[in-house]
Structure formats: C-alpha cells, structure tokens
C-alpha cells in the first residue's frame, strides 16, 4: 500500500475494526512510518484523525520496530494542531517515554534533545482548548521525563495543582496519582 492508497481508504469515516485492519495491513507491507506521520498533518482534520489514531496503533504495536523514524516523529510535534491528532501524539510520548518502554526506544531517547517534546507537553497542559486527554497523556509523559530534566518536578506539580482546582475526574485521578509519586 502506498500513501494514496491509504489516504483513499481514510477519505471516509472508518472504526475501530478499519483502524486496526488497516493497521494489521500496513505491518505487513511494512509501509514507510513516515508517509503515515506525514498524512496526521493532513488539511482535512478528519483524515488527520484517522491518520494519527492508526500511527498510534501501529507505532504502539512494537515501538523498537520503529526506532529509525523515532527522530521524524518527534521532530514534527510541535507542528500538531488538530486537537484529535494531539490525543495520538500525547499518547505516544507517554508511553515511548514509559518505565515499559523498550531498551532499543530509551537508548534512542537518551540520544535526542527532548527539550521541544517537554515544552510541547507543557503548552498542552497549559492551554485552557486542548482536550482533557491530551493534557492527562502529556502531564505522564512529562512525569516520565523528570529525571532526565529534574526541573520538570516542580513546574509539573504547578501545573496539576493548578489543573485540579477545577478539573475534571480524569484529571483529578492522575492528577493525584502523579502528585503522590512526584
């Protein structure tokens, strides 16, 4: 499959069971990660969305697979607009960035400057439009980084007390589960 043929099976309003077909067929064609990436920054928001749910299952299914393009990820995240897209990308970090995360990723990890991933995770977190999701997903992914950056501990703590105040039950749960641990 290439990228047209792919973006031609995500033109229309697909489900879980597409998502995860499509996904099960791109392994097997062992289609270029970056096409993908590069199809989550679709115009259509909803093509980006269908894009950017299959990048995280794909991605998700075996990060290490992936190590090679781990770098052009990262390196296109402040360019995520679509809220929906935002969720994947969020998604993603949190678990590359995970104590479960596979040696192959960490060693990747430790090589890059991960400073724009810490700052796109704060202005998640910060902006009163970004989803409830995202900012749960990017608050982890932040937890995961503090002892790389160990100054992350501190304005992570800030921003979910400041998140709490009136925050919803997602947030409040792992707002208080990561206060608990920082």
Not at 25 to 51: C, G, S
Not at 154 to 163: D, G, M, R, S
Request: some cysteine; glycine content about 2%.
């Amino acid at each position: 499959m290439i990228q047209a043929d792919l973006l031609k099976q995500i033109s229309n309003t697909i489900g879980k069971t597409k998502v995860l077909e499509l996904t099960r067929i791109l392994k097997e064609q062992q289609f270029v990660l970056r096409d993908l990436i590069d199809l989550t920054f679709y115009p259509d928001k909803n093509i980006a969305f269908r894009a950017a749910w299959i990048l995280e299952n794909v991605f998700l299914q075996n990060p290490a697979l992936y190590e090679p393009d781990l770098e052009y990820l990262l390196s296109r995240i402040k360019e995520v607009k679509h809220e929906s897209c935002q969720r994947h990308y969020a998604k993603i970090i949190m678990h590359i960035t995970g104590k479960k995360a596979s040696a192959t990723i960490q060693q990747k990890l430790n090589k890059l400057n991960l400073e724009p991933i810490v700052e796109q995770c704060f202005d998640w977190m910060i902006d009163p439009k970004v989803l409830v999701a995202v900012k749960v997903f990017a608050s982890e992914a932040l937890f995961n980084m503090r002892q790389r950056y160990p100054w992350i501990t501190e304005e992570l703590a800030n921003q979910i007390n400041f998140l709490m105040r009136n925050g919803t039950a997602a947030i409040q749960s792992r707002g208080k589960k990561l206060l608990s641990e920082l």
